[in-house]
């Protein structure tokens, strides 16, 4: 595909997806949500984009009580989906999955209660998925060993450098004051092995709304959920979860930054638009003939009285 801006096409594409919150025999959550129904609309809309994905990342809360027909629904979604996008799945453990379920479950193994930390490469790009939740509790955390381990893999260096991808994010949530109970903690000592390694950016769950921050130096990016959101401008609520706004993000890296973009669920009603038709016509024309037809304000085309391109 022609470039028609300064920078060059990215490296990896990933999709950024989080808390599923499947439950067994396809219950409703809360009697309201159909978690099946928004997963398998988001990957609609990705299989129906342009957007092609290396891989599928799921930050968390995949089954919201640890139930192995959810895990086993979950994947009977998932898995032929990214097969035929041709993405690899990369699971992370949330503070509602059970480790014995969700190893068992997605990962075809006997069960561990142990945390639930793995590698991937996704063509040179290493994407690490960490474990923090607590057992028995909301809130998360990372062990000693966990962060020894986590210390070890970063010590090499990854081609296209490394992604973490947890589900309690590692920063302040200045609009949502409820939640700072069910926090990360030791963000600190989390960010003291990460700064100064080849981690670029830390992908992240658990708040049902996407937000932005850092720890120290690097990115961290949270996805909203696909089962419901939270209303962040609800009067007189500690937490007000909503049927409404749900999304997932799709991130691109390039080599000096990564960018990533939130892609609402849903179906929608076109006002206006472009029919990719007239792509051919686009890169057939100069840098020049470009800028003239679609920037100048007083071209035939921003006018409307002609086609964009002859």
């Excluded at 928004?38 to 009580?65: H, Y």
């Excluded at 699971?91 to 969700?102: A, I, S």
């Excluded at 840098?287 to 086609?307: A, I, V």
Aim: net charge negative.
């Amino acid at each position: 595909m022609t470039r028609l801006g300064q920078h060059p096409a990215p490296t990896h594409t990933i999709a950024h997806i989080s808390d599923t919150h499947f439950l067994a025999e396809g219950r409703r959550l809360y009697g309201e949500i159909a978690t099946e129904r928004n997963l398998e609309q988001a990957l609609k809309q990705l299989e129906r984009s342009d957007i092609r994905p290396q891989a599928l990342v799921f930050t968390g809360d995949l089954a919201d009580l640890g139930e192995p027909d959810a895990y086993a629904r979950l994947r009977a979604i998932v898995e032929p989906a990214a097969q035929r996008m041709g993405a690899d799945v990369i699971w992370v453990m949330g503070n509602h999955d059970e480790r014995l379920q969700y190893s068992q479950g997605l990962f075809d193994e006997v069960g561990s209660e142990a945390p639930q930390d793995r590698v991937y490469d996704v063509d040179g790009l290493r994407i690490v998925s960490l474990d923090t939740s607590v057992p028995g509790y909301h809130h998360g955390s990372l062990d000693d060993e966990q962060l020894d381990w986590l210390t070890d893999v970063l010590a090499t260096p990854a081609p296209h450098g490394t992604l973490i991808a947890v589900h309690h994010p590692p920063i302040p949530t200045p609009l949502l004051w409820a939640m700072e109970m069910l926090e990360l903690h030791g963000q600190d000592r989390l960010q003291r092995v990460i700064e100064g390694t080849d981690v670029r950016g830390v992908l992240a769950g658990h708040l049902h709304y996407s937000t932005h921050s850092t720890i120290g130096s690097i990115p961290v990016s949270v996805a909203a959920a696909t089962c419901y959101t939270l209303d962040l401008s609800a009067k007189g609520r500690l937490l007000s979860g909503v049927d409404a706004g749900q999304a997932i993000n799709i991130v691109h890296t390039y080599p000096d930054r990564i960018v990533h973009s939130s892609v609402p669920l849903g179906e929608t009603v076109e006002i206006t638009g472009f029919s990719s038709d007239h792509r051919a016509q686009i890169e057939a024309m100069s840098f020049e003939q470009r800028l003239e037809m679609f920037s100048n304000k007083r071209s035939p085309f921003n006018l409307g009285e002609e086609p964009p391109a002859q």
